[in-house]
């Protein structure tokens, strides 16, 4: 298991306020298909949109469309390449009824809490943080199935709780560091989670 040491270099690697502004927006766009989901979750029979539509729906101007691959009540999947790779981006968009949003939000936030239910996890701590803008440095360290090597995480994450708009927004993004040959990095990777709730956070309910 690798061992970084050191001070992180944080220069083009914090996330910044513009990237959080970003998030909420990239929310802002999916907020046509808020209405035909929460008809869903009432019982209602969602208005079907052409693919065409909902692709467009979802792609900021000038960017590749979505491919949707699973459209199910509650629950919308998106994919699309990423150039220069046979890898794809992803996108997921649903409501749930069974926790709070602030529940599900701590969660995330909580790596203490996932060494107890994650059996997987062989090391996972915030290793710094910087004081201008609350962004956290994660190593996070797992187990993969025999015979591959376990996998070494290290990114940089900043959250934010915007009462007024009723969203939580979490931006995790894969930074690279010197770490042992033998573990494997995950490097060019971002994660966006945008938590909508509709009072205070504490009742059921979000997406």
């Known amino acids: 298991m690798a061992t970084l040491a050191g001070v992180f270099v944080w220069d083009g690697q914090r996330i910044e306020e513009e990237e ?51 459209d199910k009540k509650q629950f919308k999947l998106w994919r699309r390449p990423i150039e220069g790779t046979h890898l794809y981006q992803y996108r997921v968009f649903g409501t ?35 004081a201008a803008t609350g962004s956290e440095v994660i190593h996070w360290v797992t187990h993969f199935p025999y015979p591959m090597y376990s996998r070494d995480y290290v990114y940089v994450r900043r959250y934010r709780v915007d009462k007024e708009s009723n969203l939580m927004v979490l931006v995790s993004r894969w930074v690279c560091v010197g770490v042992c040959w033998c573990v494997l990095v995950s490097q060019g990777c971002t994660s966006l989670l945008l938590l909508r709730f509709h009072t205070d956070g504490t009742e059921m309910g979000g997406g």
């Open 96 to 130: 749930y009824t069974d926790v709070t949003p602030r529940q599900f939000f701590n969660v995330q936030l909580d790596t203490e809490y996932r060494k107890k239910w994650d059996s997987l996890v062989i090391k996972l701590d915030v290793i710094e943080r910087d």
């Open 20 to 70: 959080l502004q970003r998030s909420a927006q990239e929310m802002q766009r999916m907020q046509n298909l808020a209405v035909p989901l929460q008809g869903a979750a009432l019982g209602e029979p969602p208005p079907r949109l052409d693919p065409p539509s909902e692709r467009d729906a979802v792609s900021a101007p000038g960017e590749q469309p979505w491919e949707m691959v699973m």
